[in-house]
């Protein structure tokens, strides 16, 4: 991207006798010039040459939510006007307003029509804009929904909804993030928490509509030559995921729910006995209370006759490498320990006449919520947290945020309930985040987050897609909501993978959602009524099941390594083929295959008894990950299905770190490599970076406590050549020397180079790479 340039922009100031408008400098400094008009004030603020706040207000201010990070920069404009429009231009668009409607035209840097918004407009419920679409146009994003990626032809609710046992059809789900991408290249995000819609072209074909229950009336415009260069557009705006834990990218042990200290133990010993791996067990509400006869929500400490000795249960499993998560949620009932002194201190929502507003509908009972947007209240309530972290306690799980239970008479400090519910989650997030800065600024916080906003991603929320139904139709949901919250800059969503509940066991089912969770941000097998585990599933499905565990380990390097180039990068882990691929528009709406990184492409087997399945290859070549087989892109393949496997594929040129599978990132050894490099003789030259640092101190890469290894791919007409380079800074258990195992894929018959062996037809070469050195491996004919 350009760097931005400082000028000072010189506004005359000029009285438009035809509309009543005129504009003047902004006096705040922070560049934005000022329409004054009869509908108030149009504020128009440029962030960076590419992405331009619009705003209508009564006063000359206006005040962003906690969603965007950016401070707006010191950009160069040029502005003309007439007596009928004012046109601004930056290095990377313009746009004009008309004086007389308020209508804001986009232009590329050629010139070219990009979209028009028709202004601003208030009824008596909601207030919002309208934009134009042309006919073909798509438009993504808006969060999670079970629907297509496509969101053209549908009226979403901005509205955090939790719906028990949803399938595929669900339009609103429980994380709504008001950013829509257009399929031409440019994104609008309306920054605002409000409960609201977006219609987008369901009502109008040709209108793109959004609004909330506020009288806030802003958007910002954002625009880019491409659709990856988009993505990083708002990653700047909002903010990126920090490092996880690494322990957090492996198996996650989860169920609702373990009820007893001694089950708890019992199931996470099963499972290290029967091979499989686990680096986190996570407790579920039986934690603080007895269940169906008494749930004690609120009460947020170990119901001892279940749980006797938690301290040491927590110590032993951390003695095999297992973290525990506790859940939380934010109501309090009135039967809680606890209700008496959050009432009388004034930290729940409240009602009209300022006292507690009790929810009186709630599931487990009459509840008080906690007022997440009152410091007061924070502080109250992270006590609890700060009591278990100090037990050993290593990540949280916050459920019901959405929050789950809502109405609409609920007041909070930051105002009426249905003019804030969307940031609710977020502020819950927030506070986790601020306090572990605080108090624990070195460690890496991990906390499930079923609700949230954009911007969430910045307080490490990783969401889940709530209470999904255990059927090949909530098994489909899950890929538009991982590429759309993809989209939406909320990198870590995922699902209980085999499903959470309403329907019974099924084994095929729950192999194919758990081979799709190998190549998902978090991998958390969880569910009601059925096992999560496999351990409880046949002999059969277990052989199956098994290695893709494994898999999950042996690629923890080429996943922390997604994860480092999210946080310094804003890069998606998963991403939609078109993002990253030249990809024909008629197939833009595709989302039942997607990229994991720049190297895999996945298309997870989505039907019973599948036998076969069309995968779109772009233009490229392709090896299928298990077969090796190699494959032309730039059109469909036809992948024969088994159980063992899906359609996984590699593109040619890729190296892929792997390591040995372990019994959990405890016995992680950074030591020890093997990179597979997927040869192929269209390729003359490919690179990759992989990152790696303690696996657990906040900031490793800013504080200069990380390892690159860099690892290079040149061919010309005699030899390739692979060039190795690792540098970086010191950090605790950073190897002096690494043992490099590089397996090269697709070598053709007749090349050699000192070391080259041949192990069941793959060319492997063995190599020292001692620490801050350079290696370089000649291969000839």
Known sequence: MKKPISIILLLSFFFLSTTGLF???????????????????????????????????????????????????????????????????????????????????????????????????????????????????????????????????????????????????????????????????????????????????????????????????????????????????????????????????????????????????????????????????????????????????????????????????????????????????????????????????????????????????????????????????????????????????????????????????????????PTVKNLYGHYWSKMLSDKYDQLYPGKRLFHLNRAGFAGSQRYSSYPWSGDVSRTWGGFKAQLPNLISMSLSNVPYAHSDLGGFCAEPKNEELYLRWLQFGVFNPIFRPHSEKVPSEPIYYSDSIQKLVKPFFELRYKLLPYNYTLAWRQEQFGEPLAAPLFMKANLPKSLWGMFDEYFWGDAFLVAPVLEAGQKEKMVYLPNGIWFDFFTGERFMGNGYVNRKIDLSTFPVFVKAGSFIPMVQPMVNTSAYDPSVVVVHFWYDHSIKQSNYTLYDDDGKTKDSFAKGKYELIKFAFNYNTDKMVFTIENTGGEYIGRPMERKIKMIIHNLPNGFQAEGLKIENGLSIVGIQLIKDTLKEISIKP
Not at 196 to 222: C, P
Not at 310 to 319: A, L, T
Not at 379 to 403: C, R, S, T, V
Request: aromatic share 14%.
């Open 23 to 417: 504009a003047q400098d902004f006096s705040a400094g922070d560049g934005s010039v000022i329409l004054k008009t009869n509908q108030g004030n149009l504020i128009i603020t440029p962030y960076t040459s590419n992405i331009i706040r619009l705003a209508l207000s009564e006063t000359d201010k206006v005040a962003n939510t906690d969603a965007v990070c950016l401070k707006p920069q010191s950009i160069k404009y040029q502005k003309e006007e007439d007596s009928i429009l004012l046109k601004v231009k930056t290095d990377s668009l313009s746009f004009t307003i008309n004086k007389k409607t308020l209508a804001i035209s986009f232009y590329d840097i050629k010139s070219q029509l990009i979209t028009t918004s028709k202004g601003f407009f208030t009824d008596s419920i909601y207030s919002g804009f309208r934009f134009d679409l042309t006919c073909d146009e798509m438009i993504f994003g808006g969060g999670e929904g079970a629907i297509p990626i496509n969101r053209r032809g549908y009226r979403l609710h901005l509205d955090n909804e939790p719906h028990w046992g949803y399938g595929w059809g669900e339009e609103n789900l429980n994380f709504s993030v008001p950013h829509f991408i257009s399929s031409e290249n440019y994104s609008i995000f309306y920054d605002n928490g409000a409960v609201g819609y977006a219609d987008i072209g369901k009502t109008d074909s040709t209108i793109l509509e959004i609004a909330s229950k506020s009288d806030v009336k802003n958007f910002f415009f954002i625009f880019n030559s491409n659709q990856n260069e988009l993505q990083k557009s708002f990653a700047k705006l909002t903010g990126t995921q920090p490092m996880p834990p690494r322990w957090a990218m492996g198996n996650l042990m989860s169920r609702f729910g373990y009820q007893t200290e001694k089950e708890a133990r019992e199931k996470l010993d099963s499972m290290l006995v029967a091979g499989y791996p686990v680096d986190a067990i996570i407790l579920d509400l039986y934690w603080f209370g007895r269940g169906f006869d008494g749930w004690m929500m609120g009460d947020l400490d170990w119901y001892a006759p279940s749980w006797p000795t938690p301290q040491k249960m927590i110590s032993d499993f951390q003695k095999k490498g297992v973290q525990t998560i506790l859940i939380t949620e934010p109501y309090i009932l009135e039967t809680s320990k606890n209700f008496a002194e959050a009432n009388q201190k004034g930290f729940f929502a409240t009602d009209s006449a300022g006292k507690t507003n009790i929810i009186k509908d709630f599931y487990f009972g009459r509840a008080g919520l906690i007022d997440l947007f009152k410091p007061e209240a924070c502080n109250w309530y992270w006590q609890f947290y700060q009591k278990q972290i100090e037990n050993g306690i290593a990540g949280w799980w916050g459920d019901l945020g959405e929050p789950e239970k809502f109405h609409d008479d609920l007041n909070f400090v930051a105002g009426k309930g």
